[in-house]
């Protein structure tokens, strides 16, 4: 009989006293953390004068305890914001309003192995007759695409990351105009939605903080929201994102929502009835026939 064989019938033959007196569970190694990559700063705002250029720094920070470099490519491209709030990205060049003609960035590529950081620099030189008013770009930085020996009957999944660095180039002279152009507010499934619309007048991005009250009809407050930094409302556009919060009782409440667009003027306050209707009663159960 073989070593192995002899292993396995004396492990069969010692099971009960295992059960009577448990050996110590081995130590567990711990598995290594993949790469981990951040993106530092991730979001510029810089005013440069038309004439004028500045130059920063994006830093490339990779963590985990990985041991394989991450061969990374940095590109320009464009950004821009629903009315809604969500964010699409395009290519570079293509919104009316794109900084990217304005910027070179080094380097192009790059390699990074965990625990480092690279930095990208990027320089951006604004024409003498620009305009004033925001313009806006976005570096990306991604996975180059590994390279792949084609395998007869193999099938192959891949994972590609981006990440996202937002410029906001800023040309003086600045005008600072908000205004609430409409209020809404809701009870529905998911709680308590309050929908103002905000918009932009000026030259250059807001980012108003608000808030909101419920009151009952003897002028108690039920709800309250803090006051909290919206979404930024870009320059010439119009937002309606939704607050959310939970509901209140059964009623009828007024509610009073207040924004401070930041732009040198006075808070804006805004009110709109909100009902909460009564909870429907169940169905009543079918009687099945007999």
């Known amino acids: 009989m073989t070593r192995p064989a002899l292993s396995l019938l004396a492990l069969l033959f010692t099971v009960p006293a295992l059960a009577q ?10 598995a290594p953390r ?30 985990g305890s990985g041991t394989t470099p991450l061969r990374l490519r940095a590109s320009l491209g464009d950004w821009a914001l629903s009315a809604t709030g969500d964010m699409s990205f395009d290519k570079p060049g293509t919104t009316p309003r794109s900084a990217t003609p304005w910027m070179l960035y080094s380097p192009a590529e790059l390699s990074v192995a965990p625990g480092q950081t690279h930095p990208v620099r990027v320089t951006i030189s604004v024409p003498k007759d620009a305009a004033p008013g925001d313009y806006t770009a976005v570096l990306f930085v991604e996975e180059r695409p590994a390279d792949l020996k084609q395998r007869t ?6 994972f590609h990351f981006r990440l996202a660095a937002i410029f906001y180039v800023m040309v003086p002279p600045f005008t600072l ?13 998911r709680g308590l939605e309050v929908t103002p619309s905000l918009k ?3 030259n250059t991005h807001l980012r108003p903080v608000q808030s909101f009250q419920v009151v009952d009809g003897s002028g108690k407050v039920v709800l309250e929201q803090e006051p909290t930094e919206a979404f930024p409302v870009l320059a010439g556009t119009t937002t309606s994102q939704a607050l959310r919060s939970q509901l209140p009782a059964p009623g009828e409440y007024s509610l009073r929502y207040r924004v401070d667009f ?3 003027g006075k808070v804006v306050e805004g009110r709109t009835k909100l009902v909460v209707p009564a909870a429907a009663p169940p169905a009543p159960a079918k009687k099945t026939k007999r």
């Open 21 to 30: 007196a448990p050996a110590p569970a081995p130590a567990e190694t711990a």
């Open 34 to 63: 993949p790469n981990e990559l951040a993106l530092a700063p991730s979001r510029f705002e810089l005013p440069i004068a038309p004439g004028d250029e500045q130059t920063v720094v994006v830093n490339v920070i990779s963590s």
């Open 153 to 158: 009957n193999t099938k192959q999944l891949m």
């Open 177 to 189: 105009k908000g205004s609430l152009t409409g209020l809404r507010a809701e009870a529905t499934a």
């Open 200 to 202: 932009n007048e000026g």
């Open 262 to 264: 930041k732009d040198g």
